[in-house]
């Protein structure tokens, strides 16, 4: 929009219908306006959306995992998938709830890391959320959401189920979905 916002406190109030057309145009230039400094507040700019829109087109069909960066380039959300292509394009289209919309709109870019299947990328995800610590990702930040399967390295070796991977010579197996499944 053309029009300035330092002369928008100068215009007058309308004194008959005729000028409620001009209203209607001060209004949606204000409007825009507030739309760009909102977009530019949160480091939005078509650039930025050419990146991830050309980013999105090099996608393979493969598993693996994703980091969504913020405009600083810090990791905010650390993903896995069996499809990399269908996912993470899933964040960029339809509606979502109040949380993934909030992710959605501090994301700034993004990475991706293909592996050669799903158990590996739930293994590098673990890893990548304790080393990083994502705001966005609440599981895993404390090493409680998957369990695993340990045989102690005792004269009797014991079978334990645990949410910690220790150097203690046991044997783990794992990462499982719940601890039933383990």
């Not at 916002?5 to 008959?16: D, E, H, M």
């Not at 292509?85 to 709109?105: A, I, P, Q, W």
Request: positive net charge.
């Amino acid at each position: 929009c053309a029009l300035p916002i330092s002369n928008l406190s100068s215009q007058k109030l309308p004194r008959n219908f005729d000028d409620f057309e001009q209203i209607d145009l001060i209004s949606n230039c204000i409007y825009l306006w507030l739309l760009r400094a909102f977009q530019l507040f949160f480091c939005y700019n078509e650039s930025m959306n050419d990146l991830i829109k050309h980013k999105l087109e090099l996608l393979p069909s493969n598993p693996g995992c994703y980091l969504h960066k913020d405009k600083f380039g810090n990791i905010i959300y650390v993903g896995k998938a069996k499809n990399l292509k269908n996912r993470v394009r899933s964040y960029f289209r339809g509606s979502h709830d109040t949380k993934t919309e909030l992710l959605v709109s501090e994301i700034a870019d993004f990475e991706f890391i293909v592996t050669e299947s799903n158990i590996e990328a739930l293994l590098l995800e673990i890893n990548l959320i304790q080393e990083n610590m994502p705001k966005f990702n609440i599981r895993l930040k404390d090493d409680k959401s998957y369990p695993f399967i340990k045989i102690t390295k005792e004269l009797y070796p014991r079978l334990l189920i645990t949410r910690q991977v220790k150097k203690d010579g046991g044997l783990y197996f794992g990462p499982y979905p719940d601890s039933g499944a383990a």
